[in-house]
């Protein structure tokens, strides 16, 4: 699905072309931009084994929203995949923070609408619903290809494994 690119810090640093909201310490797994804003998802320890799995939201030296998964606290992603239509697949990565939905897509193959976009939920209201720009803003709008293991993709039951397996997921 992806690349494995290097992170850059939090004051946006840029290494191998992509500006995220990362620390050194930690892997680019998903960044964007939003507007005038970036969107990252950074993983630290290896990619059997996370140590931690972080959300950021806002600009570079001024983050307006993290939610950062641990081994050592209850925060945790949750992932999932459907067919969008023939050829496509959606991947959804989100969080919940009370009754806000914080949603990373990415759509791969087909006939996809949008490449990758982050929505913001409330119940059933859209607070935001904005796309990943792919092309030459220095981002990485899709999901590394390790972070997230479903199991083994076509398999008969792939109903069991359309839920992410990966710890802090």
Known sequence: LAL????????GQ???GVVSLCTPEERVEFSCHIKTKIVSLCAAGNTRALTSLSYRYGVPGKIENEFVAKKDNKNRFFATYSPASPGALVIQLWFDR???RYLLTQCVGGNCPA???LAVLREEK???NEKCP???TGGHPY???????????GEVNIEENMHSTTELL
Do not use: C, H, Q
């Not at 494995?4 to 939090?10: G, H, R, V």
């Not at 999901?143 to 993709?153: K, N, Q, S």
């Open 98 to 100: 009370g009754y806000v």
């Open 14 to 16: 840029v290494n191998d």
């Open 115 to 117: 490449d990758a976009g």
């Open 4 to 11: 494995s690119l290097l992170p850059s810090d939090t004051n």
């Open 143 to 153: 999901f590394a290809g390790d972070l997230i293991d479903f199991g083994i993709l």
């Open 126 to 128: 859209v607070l935001m």
């Open 134 to 136: 792919f092309y030459g």
